[in-house]
């Protein structure tokens, strides 16, 4: 159907098959939850079950068949999905009375610092902070399924090690970790080094003593 | 703009920072003085307020002058300490480590070698350095698209598949234990209490709303049923009482001795007028 | 507007402006519920509404687009709604015949306290719980019809009201509120012990894995 598809000549997959596309696509409408491959290709019967590069060549000729439309599939973190594209969020946000949820500082610094820190128990948290985390942030990435406790740190008290889940990167449609800056550059964004050449740091030096 | 309005409202006497009186509060940080959380809110601990000082003064942060954060910041707790509001420990416990930083700085500086333990200054400008960076970083993720904001999710109907969805099953007792945790909790957070109104009249209460959600006004009597006996219409009394209590019901009565009339404060027709 | 204006002379319906035809595309996609062209319509801002006759010449358009594909957009009796075409269905069904979810702890919390406290807010909900509630637990309820909005309270924003309804009562065969336990018996209930080895529930956790 599209005809660039001139990345599957050279890669082994498989032209998908036009039927097992239509299903495939029909699945991935019909799942209220991204689906990874795999995943799709278990809800075809036993014996009819297309190979997984298969089932991947149709999932990308999908994609390339939505990419004008105001709908796309989207790989997350746990697999495909539907989803209304962002750009139109300004209009299908008016569909819902509830606004969506705010998330406080206290709650997203907590949240970064396990994303970017983890796993890391819960007085390493407060640690960085300088204040302590109350237990209804905690219980709030717990109960959304963004961090999970993954392990105990071999301590007294073995306090639990937190890290994020795989429904954390979908709620922020992305597939994995990385596609977080990294501290690095949210870093550099934060300290331009010219700051030391500027001359009136230098006088400030020399209050110290008053 | 902001700092005007700041200097009426204030009636306090504020901090005196490097000697000189600290008459108002800088211009990107008025909130009115009555609003004391809203003023540590906007604060997520020591390390930010530090952090804003000396980002307020676009000072170094590898060589932050000491003394003078240490004074700006002694200032601004005890500006907090004068509006009644209720410190963090671990404001104080900074002030603390600034003064005992401080004092070091000044006593005279120990032979070398007897130097081993870590510069306390080091540390702490390793801390906001962190705290910065976790900071920013928590602003880069709320930038991120997310789902019920920015994404959402489509919704193709299957119903007329004659696919028949399993919908998950609940017994009476799970919910139950539920609550029971929540109380738990709730139990664990002192102050929060739970008033435990007899059950039927919160449903009375839900079910006054409905009759009266299409209606403009019903009669006070027709919220009784005569068939529930004497039991019945005391619910029904508590729970026309409770709902005039918090505000979800008016009682009228238009004049003496007529017929009281109650309807829900705001009847839909009059709040949808264009 | 469109080029092809004059087309519209013949047809009566004016050719839908691209824009509106991918708003209109993506409101039809993210309801949960058919919609009329009425009601799409009034998704739009007050001022950027488009005419009826353009949005159901969107409309229109979007059902020809969607000829070949495995969905389809469907007039039904209540408005429009894309749906999973009927020859799919053999597929489809079997994505959902696992074994039913499970509904969260959180998602039992909320409807136990609105059984208790109702009518009642989610704010409170969430001042009860000391955690936010999403709005999925609250959908999840509605649509089970466990749960309704009985009215709006009188403070900024008109909170929703919930209250359970009959179907609840009649779920947990109860003839009324009052046959629940009082929040005193509720404090002398036990976890049974099969439940205590599994405190979280970890549902979708097992489709973790690829």
């Given at each position: 159907?599209?005809?660039?598809?001139?990345?599957?000549?050279?890669?082994?997959?498989?032209?998908?098959?036009?039927?097992?596309?239509?299903?495939?696509?029909?699945?991935?409408?019909?799942a209220?939850r991204p689906m990874t491959?795999?995943?799709?290709?278990?809800?075809?019967?036993?014996?009819?079950?297309?190979?997984?590069?298969?089932?991947?060549?149709?999932?990308?000729?999908?994609?390339?068949?939505?990419?004008?439309?105001?709908?796309?599939?989207?790989?997350v973190a746990s697999g495909y999905r539907?989803?209304?594209?962002?750009?139109?969020?300004?209009?299908?946000?008016?569909?819902?009375?509830?606004?969506?949820?705010?998330?406080?500082?206290?709650?997203?610094?907590?949240?970064?610092?396990?994303?970017?820190?983890?796993?890391?128990?819960?007085?390493?948290?407060?640690?960085?902070?300088?204040?302590?985390?109350?237990?209804?942030?905690?219980?709030?990435?717990?109960?959304?399924?963004?961090?999970?406790?993954?392990?105990?740190?071999?301590?007294?008290?073995?306090?639990?090690?937190?890290?994020?889940?795989?429904?954390?990167?979908d709620?922020?449609?992305?597939?994995?970790?990385?596609?977080?800056?990294?501290?690095?550059?949210?870093?550099?964004?934060?300290?331009?080094?010219?700051?030391?050449?500027?001359?009136?740091?230098?006088?400030?030096?020399?209050?110290?003593?008053? | 703009?902001?700092?005007?309005?700041?200097?009426?409202?204030?009636?306090?006497?504020?901090?005196?920072?490097?000697?000189?009186?600290?008459?108002?509060?800088?211009?990107?940080?008025?909130?009115?003085?009555?609003?004391?959380?809203?003023?540590?809110?906007?604060?997520?601990?020591?390390?930010?307020?530090?952090?804003?000082?000396?980002?307020?003064?676009?000072?170094?942060?590898?060589?932050?002058?000491?003394?003078?954060?240490?004074?700006?910041?002694?200032?601004?707790?005890?500006?907090?300490?004068?509006?009644?509001?209720?410190?963090?420990?671990?404001?104080?416990?900074?002030?603390?480590?600034?003064?005992?930083?401080?004092?070091?700085?000044?006593?005279?500086?120990?032979?070398?070698?007897?130097?081993?333990?870590?510069?306390?200054?080091?540390?702490?400008?390793?801390?906001?350095?962190?705290?910065?960076?976790?900071?920013?970083?928590?602003?880069?993720?709320?930038?991120?698209?997310?789902?019920?904001?920015?994404?959402?999710?489509?919704?193709?109907?299957?119903?007329?598949?004659?696919?028949?969805?399993?919908?998950?099953?609940?017994?009476?007792?799970?919910?139950?234990?539920?609550?029971?945790?929540?109380?738990?909790?709730?139990?664990?957070?002192?102050?929060?209490?739970?008033?435990?109104?007899?059950?039927?009249?919160?449903?009375?209460?839900?079910?006054?709303?409905?009759?009266?959600?299409?209606?403009?006004?019903?009669?006070?009597?027709?919220?009784?049923?005569?068939?529930?006996?004497?039991?019945?219409?005391?619910?029904?009394?508590?729970?026309?009482?409770?709902?005039?209590?918090?505000?979800?019901?008016?009682?009228?009565?238009?004049?003496?001795?007529?017929?009281?009339?109650?309807?829900?404060?705001?009847?839909?027709?009059?709040?949808?007028?264009?």
């Open positions: 159907m599209t005809p660039l598809n001139n990345v599957s000549i050279v890669s082994e997959q498989p032209e998908a098959n036009v039927k097992t596309k239509r299903i495939v696509e029909a699945i991935l409408f019909a209220r491959a795999k995943q799709v290709q278990q809800v075809f019967p036993e014996l009819e079950q297309p190979e997984l590069p298969e089932i991947l060549s149709a999932i990308d000729s999908i994609i390339e068949d939505y990419r004008f439309r105001p709908i796309e599939l989207k790989a539907f989803q209304v594209r962002q750009e139109l969020s300004r209009w299908v946000s008016r569909l819902f009375e509830e606004k969506p949820p705010k998330y406080s500082r206290a709650l997203l610094e907590t949240l970064a610092i396990i994303a970017y820190k983890q796993p890391v128990t819960r007085g390493e948290i407060e640690d960085i902070r300088g204040v302590s985390v109350s237990s209804s942030i905690i219980q709030t990435l717990l109960e959304r399924e963004w961090v999970k406790v993954v392990a105990h740190k071999e301590v007294p008290g073995r306090p639990g090690l937190y890290g994020t889940t795989k429904q954390f990167l709620y922020f449609n992305i597939a994995s970790i990385n596609e977080l800056p990294t501290l690095q550059e949210i870093q550099h964004l934060e300290w331009p080094i010219d700051k030391m050449q500027q001359p009136t740091q230098v006088t400030s030096e020399k209050q110290e003593t008053n | 703009m902001t700092a005007i309005a700041s200097i009426e409202v204030m009636p306090l006497p504020f901090a005196m920072v490097n000697g000189a009186p600290f008459e108002k509060l800088p211009d990107d940080l008025y909130i009115p003085p009555d609003a004391l959380e809203v003023f540590l809110d906007l604060f997520e601990g020591p390390l930010d307020l530090l952090l804003y000082l000396i980002r307020r003064q676009n000072l170094d942060i590898v060589n932050i002058p000491i003394a003078q954060i240490t004074q700006q910041y002694i200032s601004y707790i005890k500006l907090m300490g004068e509006l009644n509001m209720e410190l963090a420990a671990e404001y104080l416990v900074m002030a603390a480590l600034l003064a005992e930083i401080k004092s070091r700085m000044l006593l005279p500086r120990q032979i070398e070698g007897d130097d081993e333990e870590e510069d306390p200054r080091a540390t702490l400008i390793r801390r906001l350095q962190e705290y910065e960076c976790i900071k920013a970083a928590a602003e880069e993720i709320d930038l991120l698209a997310r789902i019920e904001r920015d994404i959402f999710a489509i919704d193709v109907d299957v119903s007329l598949l004659g696919v028949d969805q399993p919908l998950p099953d609940v017994q009476l007792n799970d919910m139950l234990l539920a609550l029971k945790d929540v109380f738990k909790r709730v139990a664990q957070l002192s102050h929060h209490q739970i008033t435990k109104e007899a059950l039927s009249v919160r449903e009375r209460m839900a079910t006054i709303l409905e009759y009266l959600k299409g209606e403009n006004n019903l009669l006070f009597s027709q919220l009784f049923v005569r068939k529930e006996g004497r039991h019945g219409v005391v619910v029904s009394f508590l729970a026309i009482l409770e709902l005039g209590k918090e505000g979800l019901i008016e009682i009228i009565q238009s004049e003496p001795c007529s017929e009281i009339r109650v309807r829900a404060v705001s009847s839909p027709s009059e709040t949808q007028g264009l």
